[in-house]
């Protein structure tokens, strides 16, 4: 089902939930949250989508404010109200009786699912992410040049683009990146987690996330490196889910 989910203030988020048949009162569902300029409708959601549902767990996708079919702006862009965003649908899933949560996150959205695990009032009961977007300040800002942050900083919002399209994004998100210290989510972290990565991604640093995983405080991380995978690693999207399926089988979380 797509459902318009209510923001705290105003306007909704566009959430779709599939659902297997359920025989017990904990049901687990898979929530996606997906990347900086995409939405919840991708290659990557579908298959998750039908994989998940073959293995009868449901799989929960929205889109960030101001992505996709949600409300809001890509001017106001933050990792917080991204938070904020996955919350509201976290709960949004704890009412329809959807008790263990899997966090599945691609690049911004994995990002996010990090933090989310670590500051939700809720647990997440295992998480996978794809190329989460680690040290996302430092690429991004060096990648662009001294004059053009110093003009973003000045001007208070940027066009950033990508393969996807472009946009004007605020400073206040940079701002916002800031807050958020690696060395806290590293100290509080500790969700079973399986991190895809790979070596030629030229938009998240792989070095940044070996780093996580190793410094986390939760000893239940895996990480693949993929020696020849880019920042999307679509082609290798079957055998990611091969990985994921195992992944969650040894925790007992599917039912095989």
Request: with cysteine; glycine share 10%; hydrophobic share 45%.
């Amino acid at each position: 089902m797509k459902v318009r989910v209510p923001l705290a203030d105003s306007g909704s988020l566009a959430v779709h939930l599939e659902e297997p048949g359920r025989s017990d009162g904990r049901a687990t569902v898979a929530l996606y949250l997906h990347g900086f300029g995409s939405s919840q409708e991708g290659e990557k959601a579908d298959l998750l989508r039908q994989r998940f549902l073959a293995t009868d767990v449901a799989f929960c996708s929205f889109d960030f404010q101001g992505h996709g079919d949600s409300d809001g702006s890509m001017l106001d862009l933050s990792i917080s109200r991204n938070l904020s965003d996955t919350a509201i649908v976290h709960r949004w899933l704890l009412e329809r009786d959807y008790e263990q949560i899997i966090l599945f996150g691609s690049s911004m959205g994995g990002l996010t699912g990090l933090w989310h695990a670590v500051r939700s009032t809720h647990p997440v009961i295992a998480a996978i992410h794809l190329a989460p977007a680690l040290g996302l300040e430092e690429t991004m800002l060096t990648e662009l040049g001294a004059d053009s942050v110093a003009a973003w900083e000045r001007d208070g919002k940027l066009e950033i683009g990508h393969d996807l399209g472009a946009w004007d994004i605020g400073w206040s998100f940079v701002e916002d990146l800031r807050s958020l210290e690696i060395e806290r989510l590293c100290a509080d972290y500790a969700t079973p987690t399986l991190i895809f990565q790979g070596k030629h991604d030229t938009s998240v640093p792989w070095r940044a996330v070996v780093d996580f995983a190793t410094q986390a405080a939760g000893e239940a991380i895996e990480l693949h490196l993929f020696a020849d995978g880019d920042h999307r690693m679509i082609e290798r999207l079957p055998r990611l889910w091969q990985l994921t399926e195992e992944f969650l089988l040894g925790r007992g979380l599917l039912t095989g």
